[in-house]
């Protein structure tokens, strides 16, 4: 029983700590995004409290959605795309649409492995057919199989999210 409640701890600990590296990326983009034009330090700690740190991963990624289709945040990645080869995933990521598929396509993962993770429940006792090291976490109707090896290929989708949101990190300029 204490061997699986650690390894349940070891896989929520290393999921939720390599998503909590992306949610502080999308919480510097926001906020840098959409930064208000005031000096003052005080504004600009309240906005990134009640504006920015206090809303969900998944509103995150939705208002970060957003900000790809702007014209002002398309210009930043071009640029950097055009000066550099960039490869996510194996691709070369060669033109924007191509950036915002990849996007697209890590964010529906990591968001769903995170939530069923971080929101889930292990209800690995159900099933009889599992491998060694396997448990099964579910949150609401999804369902997810997991084990070291899906952890580790999770690490990996972090880090490739990761460079795609570090692209256009500087601070967006008109």
Do not use: W
């Amino acid at each position: 029983m204490k061997e699986i409640k650690s390894q349940e701890y070891e896989i929520r600990g290393k999921v939720l700590a390599e998503s909590l590296k992306v949610e502080e990326l999308l919480n510097r983009i926001i906020y840098n995004y959409f930064i208000p034009k005031s000096l003052d330090k005080e504004t600009r700690n309240t906005f990134l409290e009640l504006f920015v740190l206090n809303i969900t991963f998944g509103k995150k990624y939705h208002i970060y959605s957003e900000i790809l289709k702007t014209d002002r945040y398309r210009k930043k990645v071009i640029a950097v795309i055009e000066k550099s080869e960039i490869i996510i995933n194996d691709e070369n990521i060669t033109d924007y649409k191509h950036f915002q598929k990849i996007v697209k396509i890590n964010f529906q993962e990591l968001v769903q492995t995170r939530n069923n993770i971080a929101h889930g429940f292990d209800i690995s006792k159900a099933f009889l057919a599992l491998e060694e090291g396997e448990m099964v976490y579910a949150n609401k109707i999804k369902m997810i199989k997991i084990n070291m090896g899906t952890v580790e290929n999770f690490s990996y989708l972090t880090a490739e999210t990761i460079k795609l949101l570090e692209l256009a990190k500087r601070k967006i300029q008109d």
